[in-house]
């Protein structure tokens, strides 16, 4: 999503006040100056939400552990304390993600439209903003991993860094398939309005039984790959049907009220596990692929964006809030694909240490939590310092010779190939 800029329209110069809180009430108040008084706040907000779920989720609900080899393992802290399952309907947000991802993608492609831009080009503008990212971070890492190898990293730490950073990428290219899908969605939402997201939702359900059903013994183990597009595509289809006006509050309260009462159902009624990530150990994910209980809780997450709308447009009309949003909107693939490098890049050297309490500890205590509570401001700033860096690559690669082009991309898809073996 870009911002224009806007900085020789007419309006108010800020004062220039002295300080550092001063400095940056002057830049929030320039940021909102520049914004078009046109532009929807409130899914730009709604983004910034889901985009702060995923680092936060990754982080609070993935831990490390030292193994008895020196090398980092993969643990989490739903396996010894269950109880804290609730936190993953907070924390996993792809419903709000693929909601407003459907209504900025519609409204992206009529505005296309009507500037005469074909869909093939409107796609290829959208999947090379979507892939640059992608490709520096896997380049990164493929040179990282030889070099992290000669300086005596394990390889199960490698091993583990691969699958961390591989970990958020899967909504890439999910996300890539909506987006070519978007069309069709188009079509559908015209035609149905939010009901069009109706047969995703049975699609899954039928799947799920299947799997889940007294016959699943006698079911392919593949069959639950079947949810993967029509799972995460239910709440991308209500987010077109969103952006082109075919949902509004009474379908906004049909969505909430729904998916909170399928969601229980499913809870208690037909024992379906309560966390929404993944746990390792665990004999069914909610996730991977998604499952009905995912499909509930996305409805109501964007049942409470539908209604909320309004009023989260109407706080952000204040440039201190308003501001954020933007910066973190700007920077939406960098914080996707680099937050798990950037605690990485802490945890790693952690490990030559031992065992540190948040980081390498086994997270199996609350005392666990709360020293992992006090890493993430650690994390988030490794992670600002590293993205001022690395976002440059989110912007058009002009100027770029193709040599190093075509560098960077044999040097993804060594990763992806090392990625894959490992994963």
Known sequence: M?????????????????????????????TDARTPPDRDRALDGLRALALLS????????????????????????????????????????????????????????????GRGVPVSVWLRTRVARLGRPVLAVTAAWAVLLPVLHAAGVPEGTLRTAAVLVVQPLWFVGVYLVLTALTPCCAA?????????AAPLLLCVAVVDLLRYGPWAQSVPSWTGLVNLVPGWLFAYQLGVAWGGGRIGRRGGWVLLTGGVALFAVLLVAFGYPASMVGVPGAARTNSHPPSLLVIALAGAQCGAAVLLRDRIGRWLRRPGLWAPVVVLNLSAMTVLCWHQSAMLAVAVPGGLLGTVPGLTAPPDSLGWIAARLCWLPVFAGVLVAAGSRVRRFEAPWTGVPR???????????????????VV
Do not use: C, E, K
Request: net charge positive; proline share 8%; hydrophobic share 55%.
């Open 2 to 30: 870009t911002f224009p800029d806007h900085r020789n329209a007419p309006g108010p110069r800020p004062l220039h006040r002295a300080g550092l809180r001063g400095r940056l009430a002057d830049a929030a108040a320039r």
């Open 188 to 196: 559908a939402a015209d035609r149905l309005g939010g009901w069009a």
């Open 54 to 113: 995923v680092p936060a989720g990754h982080w609070l609900l993935g831990g490390l552990v030292l193994a008895p080899d020196g090398s980092l393992r993969n643990a989490s802290p739903l396996s010894a304390m269950p109880f804290l399952a609730p936190a993953s309907w907070f924390l996993q947000m792809l419903g709000i993600f693929f909601l407003v991802g459907g209504a900025a993608s519609v409204l992206s492609l009529r505005r296309a439209a």
């Open 403 to 421: 040599r190093i082009r075509a560098a960077v991309a044999a040097l993804a898809s060594g990763f992806a190939v090392y990625a894959f073996v």
